[in-house]
């Protein structure tokens, strides 16, 4: 049931069911001769395709189709009825049949509209030479305590999710669930994810059952090639799985992506022991507070950061276990995140300089401005409306210019904010959420950028940098401050 015909967002067996519908309600117009049997096997077919659906997880979307079937069916069945009593066969009048039939189609009609509205999301094929393997790992720092809890004894504990170059599966390997390792830790962080921005639960249930193309614990490539290492933090409320569709396409051109929970902050975190924890965090409405709460979020996530960097150096020494020992570049590492987990990225970057570039993903900069930034650093930034927050760019471009290394800040036209995480491929295409570049097209610049600046920075590929970032939006290049 995951898979749906692309473009359409339905899968074969709820086309099937629709079609059946909207041929319930036409049977009223067409020749005598072809009604009964029209009738009767679209009857036969869409009640089976109903009860499949049914035993294999209904969508909302598919209520409408159902409401109109509901309607036309005694419409559709009474002359048959009637004909095999022996009494005289009933319709109604035509100017009276119309209307019906014509919002029974138009609720029918509906189920697609909001399949296309909110699908199962499609996730692009990463475009690398590498397949894409995926595992879950879980860390505890015994020497931090944890700040969001009042037990003296509970450390920082820190879940993360791996994507790494590996070995090309057989076809039919089951590929990763989105969003969590089982369907129950899937539909739970999906859950709080839309309790967090206000929907209702059921609009996004289509979220927890699409896979992506990664496989849990596949053998990693051969070769004994190292990886270098890029890390995420996600935004405010956001999950290490939200920018899947960027970490699978980056492990396919040879990086291994550490992507961070940061419990009692992102939307839901679940444990190893199947305890879950949920966000704490939570905006005041007050813009001095929220500011001063911000600069603490982050702080916490930078440390988580620079705690998750030094585990993997860990695990490739061989110190932790893991199939990843010997494979990981840990002398070449980018720190990553959006929204809030941007401006955690900037701070890692300034108080670790074990992160050698920087990218950030549309995040206002919170917290300290010393030391300045050591590392090439990439902004990339939605596009610039009335509505945006006017110390946004100032912030930014002051953390830049006071770089020591050169920074790039690249604004892409038609961007929103969540224009870079997976929010495209399963929102509403409504351009003041996710931006006007469309499904396919978001997640193809997020990484096509970001590439660029990786293998420049991190793989000192020869090219020209600005020249190809210049190509998807306004650039800014703010050269090297050495002032110090």
């Known amino acids: 049931m995951t898979e749906t015909i692309t473009g359409l967002y339905m899968s074969p067996l709820e086309l099937l069911a629709s079609l059946c519908a909207v041929a319930l309600v036409v049977a009223r117009w067409l020749p005598p001769a072809a009604r009964p049997r029209v009738t009767i096997v679209s009857s036969a077919v869409l009640v089976l395709s109903t009860i499949v659906l049914g035993v294999v997880g209904i969508r909302w979307q598919m209520l409408p189709v159902l409401a109109g079937a509901a309607l036309a069916l005694p419409f559709a069945l009474s002359p048959l009825l009637r004909r095999r009593t022996g009494r005289p066969a009933w319709r109604a009048r035509?100017?009276?049949a119309l209307p019906g039939s014509v919002?029974?189609?138009?609720?029918?009609?509906t189920s697609p509209v909001a399949a296309w509205a909110f699908p199962v999301p499609e996730f692009p094929e990463p475009s690398g030479r590498f397949a894409v393997g995926t595992r879950v790992v879980q860390w505890t720092d015994p020497r931090?305590?944890?700040?969001?809890?009042?037990?003296?004894n509970d450390r920082r504990t820190v879940v993360v999710q791996l994507w790494y170059p590996a070995q090309k599966s057989p076809a039919d390997a089951r590929r990763a669930q989105y969003l969590g390792r089982t369907e129950y830790e899937s539909r739970t962080v999906s859950d709080a994810l839309a309790r967090n921005v206000g929907l209702p639960d059921f609009l996004v249930d289509g979220v927890p059952r699409a896979r992506s193309h990664s496989v849990f614990d596949a053998p990693v490539a051969s070769g004994g090639e190292r990886f270098p290492v890029v890390l995420f933090s996600p935004?405010?409320?956001?999950?290490?799985t939200q920018n899947t569709a960027w970490a699978e396409e980056l492990a396919g051109h040879g990086y291994v992506v550490a992507a961070l929970d940061h419990p009692y902050d992102s939307a839901a975190v679940v444990l190893d022991d199947g305890r879950t924890?949920?966000?704490r965090t939570a905006s005041t409405g007050?813009?001095?507070?929220?500011?001063?709460?911000?600069?603490?979020?982050?702080?916490?996530?930078?440390?988580?950061l620079g705690f998750v960097l030094t585990q993997l150096d860990q695990l490739d020494r061989g110190e932790t276990g893991g199939p990843l020992a010997g494979r990981l570049d840990t002398g070449q590492v980018a720190v990553t995140g959006h929204s809030m987990g941007g401006a955690a990225a900037l701070q890692a970057a300034r108080q670790d300089r074990r992160f050698d570039a920087v990218i950030d993903l549309d995040g206002y900069p919170h917290g300290p401005t010393s030391p300045s930034l050591d590392q090439p650093t990439l902004a990339l930034t939605q596009a610039i409306t009335p509505e945006t927050d006017t110390h946004y760019?100032?912030?930014?471009?002051?953390?830049?210019?006071?770089?020591?290394?050169?920074?790039?800040?690249?604004?892409?036209?038609?961007?929103?904010?969540?224009?870079f995480m997976d929010g495209p491929l399963y929102l509403p295409p409504v351009p003041s959420i996710v931006g006007s570049l469309g499904r396919t097209e978001s997640p193809h610049v997020v990484a096509?950028?970001?590439l660029v600046f990786l293998d420049s920075t991190l793989r000192h590929k020869p090219g020209d940098l600005a020249g190809v970032l210049s190509t998807y939006g306004d650039l800014s290049i703010h050269p090297p401050d050495n002032r110090r």
């Open 286 to 304: 007050d813009r001095d507070k929220d500011d001063k709460l911000a600069v603490d979020w982050t702080a916490v996530r930078a440390a988580d």
């Open 94 to 96: 035509w100017w009276l």
């Open 448 to 450: 096509a950028t970001t």
């Open 393 to 419: 760019i100032p912030h930014l471009t002051e953390a830049l210019k006071r770089n020591t290394a050169t920074s790039y800040r690249l604004t892409i036209p038609g961007a929103a904010h969540l224009t």
């Open 235 to 240: 935004g405010s409320g956001g999950v290490r």
């Open 144 to 152: 931090r305590p944890e700040s969001f809890t009042d037990d003296p």
């Open 277 to 279: 924890i949920h966000s």
């Open 103 to 109: 919002a029974c189609v138009g609720l029918i009609a």
